[in-house]
């Protein structure tokens, strides 16, 4: 059986295959296009490149098609929570007449045969590897078979890297927390001698009992306290411990439980107790994780998880009980360590090391303004 394929058709597979088996790009789905691929990759120099097969016959037209690029890119924006988005726009078929021009964030490329890929003045200035990417020689049906493949195993990898990241796990350290902060409760009830000895207490703090700074993210102020508290953690503990693991987990918590303590001795001069620094330390690292998975998760980290921390940090400046310096201190420390201990993504080295900068940082800030 023979397969007939024009130019055209064989450069946009050829293109497809190589954004997505080399270049890690993702297809997907625009409504309201025709003759157009769109591939995404968020951590690539040019984060949407869109494939427009339609012809384009004069200037007019390539404006308005511009027009439209802008607007499908505003959408993705929206949904991806991006500020900036490079679009490289690669053209299939278009007018001698056109004049062919960057846009505001948007770089157009003329392609009409594999030679113009291939050209320095082309797409292979920007992807050097395209001079040299080939495929296996055969037929047309052999090209559609071993293109198929490559992006089917592609597609199949990445499938199982999500599948790693995200399928049910046994948690451990969530539920110790929770046991120990339960028993805590017990053995040294509210306002005992030993639980004063333990809680965040500025005075003793900056009298040399620095353990203060941890201790008192494992005591309660009342049942209601500690029962609103251990709910939160088994739902945001579980998540962070499926995601990030176990070990990354336990970092996160007990980093985030320091950096709401410092805080709040830096802002506040009243004794506090409580878990929910570093439980709002749990929320910044969902909102990290959201942020860098959000093609995945959807309108999870803009429906559910940026909401939960406005609300909750609103219920904390209307309630002056509440310490939000804590909350506030564990939120950007849960943040900040995440990213320094990096998410398992095979790309995010440079990631890790901003991460560990902006963390150590952040933590002399914090120790600066205790002991000045």
């Known amino acids: 059986m023979s397969v007939s394929l024009n130019s055209k058709d064989e450069i946009i597979m050829r293109l497809v ?37 339609n012809y384009i016959h004069n200037n007019d037209q390539f404006e308005f098609d511009n027009f439209k690029i802008r607007n499908v890119v505003k959408q993705i924006k929206r949904k991806t929570f991006t500020l900036k988005m490079k679009t490289l726009n690669i053209l299939l078929d278009v007018g001698q007449d056109v004049k062919i021009e960057p846009v505001k964030s948007v770089d157009s490329y ?125 739902i945001l503990g579980r998540q962070v411990e499926t995601f990030l693991g176990k070990g990354k987990f336990l970092l996160i918590y007990l980093g985030s439980a320091l950096t709401g303590s410092l805080m709040s001795i830096s802002i506040t001069n009243s004794l506090s107790v409580g878990a929910s620094g570093a439980i709002f330390g749990m929320l910044g690292c969902l909102a990290y994780f959201g942020y860098h998975y959000r093609l995945y998760l959807g309108d999870a980290l803009r429906g559910q998880i940026i909401p939960v921390i406005l609300i909750n940090l609103a219920i904390g400046f209307m309630i002056p009980l509440i310490d939000n310096a804590a909350h506030i201190g564990g939120l950007i420390g849960g943040a900040f360590i995440a990213m320094a201990l990096g998410l398992g993504r095979k790309d995010e080295r440079a990631s890790r090391i901003n991460g560990a900068v902006v963390t150590l940082i952040y933590f002399a800030f914090l120790i600066y303004l205790l002991l000045s």
């Not at 789905?29 to 490149?49: C, H, K, Q, S, T």
């Not at 992006?151 to 049910?168: G, R």
């Not at 350290?173 to 333990?198: E, K, N, Q």
Request: charged share 20%.
């Open 17 to 53: 295959h190589y954004f997505v088996t080399v270049e890690n790009y993702q297809p997907i789905i625009v409504n309201g296009v025709r003759n157009e691929i769109w591939l995404e990759n968020l951590n690539a120099p040019y984060r949407i490149i869109r494939i427009n097969s």
């Open 110 to 234: 003329g392609i009409s045969s594999i030679k113009d890929v291939r050209k320095d003045d082309g797409l292979a200035g920007l992807y050097p590897k395209l001079k040299t990417f080939t495929l296996h020689k055969g037929d047309n049906l052999d090209l559609i078979v071993n293109i198929t493949n490559d992006i089917n195993n592609k597609t199949e990898e990445e499938n199982k890297s999500y599948e790693k990241v995200f399928k049910p796990k046994k948690i451990i350290f969530t539920w110790a927390i929770i046991a120990l902060c339960v028993g805590l409760f017990f053995m040294f009830p509210p306002r005992s001698s030993i639980w004063y000895d333990l809680a965040l207490d500025p005075n003793a703090i900056h009298a040399g009992e620095y353990w203060r700074l941890l201790t008192a993210a494992f005591l309660h102020a009342d049942v209601f306290h500690l029962m609103v508290n251990m709910y939160a953690l088994s």
